[in-house]
Structures are given as structure tokens and as C-alpha cells.
């Protein structure tokens, strides 16, 4: 990862901007065989090669300042069945978010977060009632992580933001669900 951040800064003539928006899913019960290398694999991905990222591109971002993103998820916040890596580690983003936050404001590097729900890339296309549970109408896009992101890390009026997380789930953490 050290040297996609070096190309990068090089390429671009220095960053001031990083997004750390891998991840991979990772949906098992805690007794399945495979669980130990689910854990492993799902924290390699989205949460310690955010870390990676986040620690080779300090230096770049420390020369004017910069902005660092995460992109968490809404399962840090609340769970399903069977999410528990995928939750824990996006949990982790939002607590490396914070630490980061802390350690590297004095550098003039702010930390935040995104938390995205249901936010449809591809696969089969979400159906009406798929849209219709929403608050906001619809199933989110990625365009509409990219757009919030871009305010988070590079607004002019986000100057002043950092250690914060935003929910980005169409008002879904909002509503309350009886059957």
C-alpha cells in the first residue's frame, strides 16, 4: 500500500486527500470452521489496510494539511445475523477515525467518517419495496458516498470538522421498524 500512496503523491504532485473505502463483506456464524480466517481477512481488508493507507499518506498530507475518510458503515452502528467481523472491523474504522483525529490534528490532518447504509452496486436491482423502506425514497448510489465524502474531507466549510462520523442510510437509522 506504502508504495500506491508514493505513486500517487508523486503523480499527482503531492495528496491532500485520502479515502479509505476498501472492504470486503464477511457474513458467518462464530462456530463455522472457517470463522478464524473470515476474521482475519475481513480486518486485513477494512480495517488494518485503512491504517496502512492512513500511515503512508501522513507524511504527504502533513506538508499543507489534508483530510483523511473512512468509509465505515452503518452495521458499526447497528447489526444483522451473522455480521459480526464485517460489523466489528467497520466498528474499528470509526475508532481509528477518532484516534487518528486526536493524534494527527496538530499536523493539520483531519480524520473523519462515513457511515453508509444500503448503498446499491451493482448485482441484482433493488425493487420498489427495496426503495420504498427508505425515509429518503430510495436505495443510495455511489454517487451519493462520493458527494458527502468530498464535502467531509475538502468543503470549505468542513475546516473545522474532524473526529466525526456521518450516517449516510437514507434516513434508515432513524426509522423505527414494528412488524
Not at 475508532?95 to 493524534?103: D, I, N, Q, T, Y
Request: charged residues 15%; glycine residues 14%; contains cysteine.
Amino acid at each position: 500500500m506504502g508504495a500506491a500512496i508514493e505513486g500517487a503523491a508523486a503523480a499527482l504532485g503531492g495528496l491532500s486527500i485520502l479515502v479509505n473505502n476498501a472492504g470486503i463483506s464477511g457474513f458467518l456464524l462464530l462456530l463455522d470452521d472457517d470463522a478464524p480466517a473470515t476474521w482475519h481477512r475481513v480486518f486485513a481488508v477494512n480495517l488494518f489496510g485503512a491504517y496502512w493507507c492512513a500511515r503512508a499518506a501522513v507524511p504527504h498530507l502533513r506538508r499543507d494539511g489534508g483530510a483523511i475518510v473512512n468509509i465505515a458503515s452503518t452495521r458499526a452502528l447497528a447489526s444483522e445475523p451473522t455480521g459480526e467481523p464485517y460489523g466489528a472491523a467497520k466498528g474499528g474504522l470509526l475508532a481509528l477515525r477518532h484516534a487518528l483525529a486526536v493524534s494527527r490534528g496538530p499536523m493539520g490532518i483531519r480524520v473523519n467518517a462515513i457511515s453508509p447504509g444500503w448503498i446499491h452496486t451493482g448485482g441484482d436491482a433493488p425493487t420498489a419495496e427495496d426503495h420504498a423502506q427508505h425515509p429518503a425514497g430510495r436505495v443510495g448510489q455511489p454517487e451519493d458516498v462520493a458527494s458527502v465524502a468530498v464535502v467531509v474531507a475538502a468543503g470549505v466549510e468542513s475546516g473545522f470538522m474532524t473526529g466525526q462520523k456521518r450516517v449516510l442510510d437514507g434516513g434508515m437509522t432513524v426509522k423505527m421498524i414494528y412488524v
